[in-house]
Nanobody, 116 residues
Framework: AHVVESGGGLVQPGGSLRLSCAAS????????MSWYRQAPGKERELVAS????????NYADSVKGRFTISRDNAKNTVYLQMNSLKPEDTGVYYC??????????WGQGTQVTVSS
């Protein structure tokens, strides 16, 4: 399996970034695609998720109204549009592709830094 994130970087508070994550060679049928993040000294937390077929979404309270998750099933790719970024959004962002039960695959992570 090969899961690759891209799109991270340094942005000023109030700015925007769009993360992408493409998967290939997965050995299972994907049920849900998710973005997680991990800030320094903190545990990894779920940011947003989207059900692959139905398209229904779920967001952490801290990002509701600012982040939008979407997917392109033909490309096995999930996106995270991040607007109105805040310093507390800083961290390493990971994508995850998971089956309905059991197996999942993680990307290597992409750094997002929000700072003036």
């Amino acid at each position: 399996a090969h899961v690759v994130e891209s799109g991270g970087g340094l942005v000023q508070p109030g700015g925007s970034l769009r993360l992408s994550c493409a998967a290939s060679g997965l050995s299972f049928s994907v049920y849900v695609m998710s973005w997680y993040r991990q800030a320094p000294g903190k545990e990894r937390e779920l940011v947003a998720s989207i059900i692959r077929v139905a398209g229904s979404t779920n967001y952490a309270d801290s990002v509701k109204g600012r982040f939008t998750i979407s997917r392109d099933n033909a490309k096995n790719t999930v996106y995270l549009q991040m607007n109105s970024l805040k310093p507390e959004d800083t961290g390493v962002y990971y994508c995850n592709f998971r089956a309905i039960l059991g197996p999942s695959s993680w990307g290597q992570g992409t750094q997002v830094t929000v700072s003036s």
